[in-house]
Structure formats: structure tokens, C-alpha cells
């Protein structure tokens, strides 16, 4: 059995972009404190739970387009920001950045910043 707490910031990160690319909601909000904050355009979603509803969404949203993952970089000790954008499907060419802060081994806050207009 794989102790989460002990995942670096890194590594957390890198499997909630696997978990991403699953499309499925659970696996999406696995990676989340309980009391993990998400703050994605207009909106902010407290708690582990309320980020996996929120979470839930996503598929439909996405339709037949893709989440692609380009460049990570380190903010900090404890801070990973990754550029992305969508390909096909309804948010074709919605592009952005996340800003995930990460404290044992979960994500604690996560910030996404839209280049443009949302999915």
C-alpha cells in the first residue's frame, strides 16, 4: 500500500494530471485535502468533497476535447504550476495555468488562471 502523505509536491501533482486524464471524477478529487480550497475563474470550491462535485462536471464540459499538459514549473518548496490547454470539443483552445500548493503529500490550494475566456 502506497503511503500518500509521503508523495513530494511533484509527485502529487503528477499523478492528479494522470488522474485528469482518466476523466474520472473520483480519481480527479483523490489527490485533495479534506479541506482543500479550489479557485478556478469566478469561483471557489471549499473542501475536498464540494472540489469533487465540482469535478463531476469536467467530462461533459470537455465533451470530446482533451486536457493537454505542457510545462511544469516549480513555484517554490511546495508550489507546481502547469500550462495547459484543451483540444477539440466545445473548449477547444481554452488555455491556462494551474497553481497547486501541495502540504502532505495532498493538494491543499489550487488556483487556475485563465489566459482567456472559460470551457
Excluded at 472540489?51 to 469536467?58: D, R
Excluded at 486536457?67 to 483552445?93: L, M
Aim: hydrophobic fraction near 40%; glycine fraction near 12%; charge should be negative.
Amino acid at each position: 500500500m502506497t503511503d500518500l502523505a509521503a508523495r513530494g509536491p511533484r509527485q502529487v501533482v503528477e499523478d492528479h494530471l494522470a488522474a485528469v486524464l482518466t476523466g474520472d471524477p473520483a480519481a480527479m478529487a483523490a489527490d485533495y485535502a479534506p479541506d482543500a480550497v479550489l479557485v478556478r475563474h469566478d469561483a471557489s470550491y471549499e473542501g475536498a468533497v464540494v472540489i469533487g462535485e465540482y469535478f463531476t462536471s469536467v467530462p461533459a464540459r470537455l465533451g470530446s476535447g482533451r486536457v493537454q499538459f505542457g510545462e511544469r514549473r516549480d513555484e517554490g518548496e511546495d508550489r507546481i504550476s502547469v500550462r495547459w490547454h484543451i483540444a477539440g470539443g466545445p473548449g477547444d483552445g481554452t488555455a491556462g495555468r494551474d497553481t497547486f500548493t501541495v502540504t502532505g503529500g495532498f493538494i491543499v490550494h489550487q488556483t487556475v488562471a485563465l489566459d482567456d475566456a472559460d470551457f
